[in-house]
């Protein structure tokens, strides 16, 4: 008998203890069992990253999102599904108006054991001012995304950021006790020669470092054509100057790691255009206005946010969420040339939270 409630055991003890609950596992038509969710807490974000986002970006309202209250809520019907690691993503997460009251009621979901992991994907203009308070919910490991230590470079890719306010911000994480992996999105002519400098720095400075593909997601002001940095191109040039051994080392995510010999430090490449990764996606994301996206590169979606304004309790939810899982495809379709202009996925990257 496996119970949340005490009752008679398999000995005939009866017992006012509580045994640990399993959840019911989410299986999706390939036999993956979905058991990370990513929620994007806010499509704003204080940066504009020329990869991302257009620089004249119209957001939704403030009204079409979902409270802290049903953002919660919706969260926690997935751990209750079989989540164990929840992300929040943005936009900037942290830019959202009450945001640690969130985190910290989300935070309850580790402290019960049902989840493993609570974690955010961030820009860090934010993390001087919350990082203490994060490390105190029990956030454990932040990604941070970087993607130039050249000051100019930052502020043009990032058209509005600051690299000293983001670095402050990784330190001061590092201070609370988080572990910060560095994401960066390799891009052809701006951060390509850039990248072994930010291996050694990132390695010398206690973080692992991933590497992106461009991903062709939203209308942006630049062609991703001239953008594209192929990751085994990249990964063939850093063998030149690096040893590189593959190791077996998860997050959880879609990256693949290597260990840098010269470094001692770890080296992560997510791939989505070179190699596809898909075939072990455990991930589901959910967007601020409540819609369930089974596949980042894929336009199909599920609205969760009627059945979770239309009752009290979860069983709609839950129903609309099974239907969902249900049809969760193999993959997606990126493709990046010169004959497809336009993207494969007309939301932005901000919208979804990557």
Known sequence: MNEAHGGRNLLGVTSDIALPRTPPEMIDPFGR????LRVSVTDRCDFRCVYCMAEDMTFLPKRDLLTLEELDRLASAFVDKGVRRLRLTGGEPLVRKNIMHLIASLSRHLQSGALDELTLTTNGSQLQRYAAELAGHGVKRLNVSLDTLDPDKFRAITRWGELDRVLQGIRAAQSAGIKVKLNAVALKGFNDLEIPEMIRWAHGEGMDLTLIETMPMGEIDEDRTDQYLPLSQVRS???QRFTLSDNDYKTGGPARYVTIAETGGRLGFITPMTHNFCESCNRVRVTCTGTLYMCLGQ??????RAPLRASEGDELLSQAIDEAIGRKPKGHDFIIDRATRR?????HMSVTGG
């Not at 069992?33 to 990370?36: D, K, S, V």
């Not at 336009?299 to 969760?304: G, V």
Request: glycine residues 0%; hydrophobic residues 45%; negative net charge.
């Open 33 to 36: 069992a979905i058991t990370y």
């Open 237 to 239: 040039d850093l063998e």
């Open 343 to 347: 993207p494969a996925v007309s939301r």
């Open 299 to 304: 336009e199909d979606a599920a609205d969760l």
